[in-house]
């Protein structure tokens, strides 16, 4: 299933900086980041329940905002994109 996660991290405190380094360092550990606070992946759906999971227990709801942006299968009809871009393969291997 490929998803869009975007996050925003009120980042006053020193708490809150440590929390939007924890959310990015999550999301860059499953799939790409394509501005800031935003990350495509595309993952079968159990890996994405977990990082899901550890994504909504690193914000504070109180202060922060996560969103799941969910394009499923298809998602390549539902993406259009200009400009410069970093080029990957979604559906392939990701290296760190």
Not at 4 to 27: H, Q, S
Request: with cysteine; net charge positive; charged share 30%.
């Amino acid at each position: 299933m490929f998803v869009l996660i975007t996050y925003d991290v009120n980042v006053e405190t020193p708490e809150g900086k440590t929390r939007l380094r924890k959310i990015a360092k999550e999301c860059v550990n499953y799939g790409q980041r394509v501005q800031n606070s935003v990350f495509e992946v595309n993952l079968d759906y159990g890996k994405f329940i977990l990082l899901k999971d550890r994504l909504i227990r690193l914000i504070d709801p109180e202060k922060d905002n996560l969103r799941f942006y969910y394009l499923g299968n298809r998602w390549k009809d539902k993406v259009e994109q200009f400009g410069i871009a970093q080029k990957y393969d979604s559906e392939g291997f990701l290296l760190f």
